[in-house]
Nanobody, 124 residues
Framework: VQLQASGGGLVQTGGSLKLSCTASGRAFSSYNLAWFRQSPGKEREFVGAISWMGGRTYYAGSVKGRFTISRDNAKNTLYLQMSSLKPEDTAVYYC??????????????????WGQGTQVTVSS
């Protein structure tokens, strides 16, 4: 499986943006998926995760209530709808797949397939 993230861009504070992550490979629907982000000088940070069937989601406290993660297994696509964006949301956003786990994970270690990242910049 290969992941390709897209949809990043420049948005004003309070605005919205929707990221997509398209996967190649038939096993996409079998994997738990997640979004992470990384700002310059900071460690990669967990944003949210979704179970392989989409029935369970888990969010970082900093984005809960503002971001929504979803997936369409028929389209091999993962989404991140971001609303009420803040300047501190500025980062490169990465999608990732956990090909072996069952439990949703919020640390980067279990995720063994990563997309290339897409830049999100929120202006104040």
């Amino acid at each position: 499986v290969q992941l390709q993230a897209s949809g990043g861009g420049l948005v004003q504070t309070g605005g919205s943006l929707k990221l997509s992550c398209t996967a190649s490979g038939r096993a996409f629907s079998s994997y738990n998926l997640a979004w992470f982000r990384q700002s310059p000088g900071k460690e990669r940070e967990f944003v949210g995760a979704i179970s392989w069937m989409g029935g369970r989601t888990y969010y970082a406290g900093s984005v809960k209530g503002r971001f929504t993660i979803s997936r369409d297994n028929a389209k091999n696509t993962l989404y991140l709808q971001m609303s009420s964006l803040k300047p501190e949301d500025t980062a490169v956003y990465y999608c990732a797949a956990d090909t072996q786990g069952v439990v949703l994970q919020s640390t980067s270690g279990p995720y063994n397939i990563w997309g290339q990242g897409t830049q999100v910049t929120v202006s104040s």
